[in-house]
């Protein structure tokens, strides 16, 4: 996984290579990510591994030159917190990066992010209850950094009681990148 990771930066930092080769350009690019970590579910199933992936790329990130700011288990209002902080921060940035490592669903054709306090009983609490994924993206694309990378390490698999598995759909949505965007599900 820190591999592919690796990769995609690198991809993403090409074309800011070859920019700051023609402007002659010496100064080193700004870089930020926001990693997120959930896996300590009040309700649902709780996972395994994501605080120790989110650490893992934390230090990944760190190595090559990113500012990370990492949170594990957040609830949703410290989630929307932590999202709309990484997007002030990020308009004076070249390269944002947002890793989120947790349980996600797909709802009405939108990809949420579910952090550890959602209760979900049935699909029309899914909007209030988690954070959709298009609100990072939104931050991406309004923020003028050249390139983002918005990667969705998310367990697919709906997490709560089995009376409710029919109402959402499986799996996660086709995301609309912005120009300068990079988008990586990496899913079970």
Known sequence: KLRII??????????????????????????????IGNGNYISGSTLANPENDSRAIKTALQNVGFTVM???????????????????????????????????IQSKGYNYLIPIDAT????????YDCVQADRVLALM???GSKVNILILDACRNNPYPATHRGAFTKGL??????KGTIIAFSTL
Do not use: C, W
Not at 120 to 126: C, I, K, M, N
């Open 6 to 35: 690796i990769l995609l930066i690198a991809i993403a930092e090409f074309p800011l290579i070859v920019h700051s080769q023609n402007q002659n350009a010496t100064q080193p690019q700004k870089k930020i990510a926001l990693v």
């Open 70 to 104: 990492e949170y594990e288990n957040l609830n949703r209002v410290q989630m929307m917190k932590a999202i709309d902080d990484f997007g002030i921060k990020l308009k004076n940035n070249d390269v944002g990066l947002f890793f989120y490592a947790g349980h996600g």
């Open 120 to 127: 979900l009983q049935s699909e029309q609490q899914v909007e």
């Open 141 to 143: 694309d309004g923020s």
């Open 173 to 178: 949505a086709s995301i609309y990148a912005p």
